[in-house]
Structure formats: structure tokens, C-alpha cells
């Protein structure tokens, strides 16, 4: 669905030089509450994956969020034989396009992290989809891995359903990490590198953007970016 929305709207804009946004732009983000459970404090580095549509916005506003170290688009929920774009993309694999979170618990927590990407990396309402794209591939998901992610998840998503935070009941769903799979080198740093690109333009630059207004505490202008992670190790 992506690919031919993006034929689309790259048809479109070599007629013009302006780009009128379509009904199926980013939604706004919605101000929700913290989370009332998290987890403990720690040290070292701490991993959280979670699902949201399309990887490439999911990724953008994570590498411009303070505190993580490191975030990658890949695939997680099938098999590694199966965790390629092509395969993926057809919906029958188990995967979802996913992002892996490294970051400092001393610097952001993981309840955090879940309130950036209840409120403004995607619609957890929105079932099997995200914006103009569909398929469980662009479900929403959170991937855990220990049972403190899974209850602060849990306990999460049902802080917001019994608040009525959203319109519609919130359709994430919380499973165990089984193994998370790097996606090819060009879907990473995808916003930054194609901030221009009609997709990203429409669905993702808005995500970033509402990042820095509803947690300007958060926010970081210059994104941690896999490229620069490779170039240091």
C-alpha cells in the first residue's frame, strides 16, 4: 500500500511545485497522562520495541527523542527466514515493521517512552493500519522483553482506556519479544535522509514536530541516527 501511495504522490508532485495535504495526513497528536505505573530505575542500557505503521516515522521521532541511544526499523513477530521488506509487506508472515529502542534509563524511562508513542508516533486505536497504510505489518504492537515492560505495557494501556484518553479503545497489543530483525540499510535514518519525500513529508515530519511541542523536555533538534552509531563502532 505504501508503494503506491508513494507512486502517487510523487506523480503529483512533478505537476506541482506546491503539495496540498491529503485527508489521510498525520493525525494531531493527543496530550495523555503520564503513566501511573513504570519501571524501576536502572543502570546500563535498556531495550524497548514496539510497532506503530509505518517504521520510518516511528524511527524519526525516537532519534529525536533525548535519552535513547539508538533506534533501528526492522521487523518483529515472525521468523528471521521471513524478516525482509518484500515478504513482510505481504501481510502473511507475523511480522511488524518495528523499531528497537536502545536507551538511558537514567535519562528517559521506559513509561516515558510508551507516553511518546501512545500520544504522538501513531494511533493506537487504529486496527491493522496507520494512516494510508494497511495490513497487520502496520499493526499496533508492543514487543517486551521482561515482565516489569509487560506489566508497566498492561497497566498502561488500561490507565488510558478506563480514562476515555482516545475516542476509541486502544487496540495495542503487548506480547514477548521473540527476536527483533534489522531492517535493510535503506529504510534507516529514512526521515532525515528524505525529509522532502511526499510519505514522509505528509505522515511523519507532523510526528517529529508534535515531539518537540508536547515534550519539548524530550526533544532533541539533532537526531541519534544508526548511520552515525555504525561510523563509531
Given at each position: ?158 490507565q488510558l482506556n478506563s480514562a476515555k484518553v482516545f475516542s476509541k479503545p486502544i487496540v495495542t497489543k503487548v506480547g514477548t519479544l521473540e527476536g527483533f530483525y534489522p531492517a535493510e540499510a535503506y529504510h534507516q535514518d529514512y526521515l532525515t535522509l528524505h525529509p522532502n519525500q511526499p510519505y514522509i513529508a505528509f505522515n511523519d515530519i507532523p510526528k517529529v514536530e508534535n515531539l518537540k ?21
Open positions: 500500500m505504501r508503494r503506491s501511495v508513494l507512486s502517487l504522490l510523487a506523480a503529483t508532485a512533478a505537476l506541482s511545485l506546491g503539495f496540498a495535504a491529503p485527508t489521510w495526513a498525520a493525525e494531531d497528536a493527543i496530550v495523555i497522562p503520564a503513566p501511573a505505573m513504570d519501571a524501576a530505575p536502572a543502570s546500563g542500557i535498556q531495550t524497548a520495541v514496539i510497532a506503530g505503521g509505518c517504521f520510518w516515522g516511528v524511527q524519526g521521532v525516537f532519534q529525536h527523542t533525548a535519552g535513547v541511544v539508538n533506534a533501528v526499523s526492522g521487523y518483529a513477530g515472525g521468523t528471521k527466514a521471513t524478516a525482509d521488506y518484500e515478504t513482510v509487506s505481504t501481510g502473511r508472515t507475523g511480522h511488524a515493521e518495528s523499531v528497537e529502542i536502545k536507551f538511558d534509563p537514567k535519562k528517559i524511562s521506559y513509561g516515558k517512552i510508551l507516553q511518546i508513542y501512545f500520544s504522538v508516533a501513531h494511533d493506537p486505536t487504529q486496527l491493522n493500519r496507520q494512516g494510508p497504510d494497511t495490513g497487520t505489518q502496520y499493526r499496533s504492537a508492543i514487543f517486551t522483553t521482561s515482565d516489569e515492560q509487560k506489566k508497566v505495557a498492561e497497566a498502561y494501556i488500561a511541542k508536547l515534550f519539548a523536555d524530550n526533544y532533541i533538534e539533532k537526531p541519534t541516527l544508526v548511520s552515525a552509531s555504525k561510523a563509531t563502532n
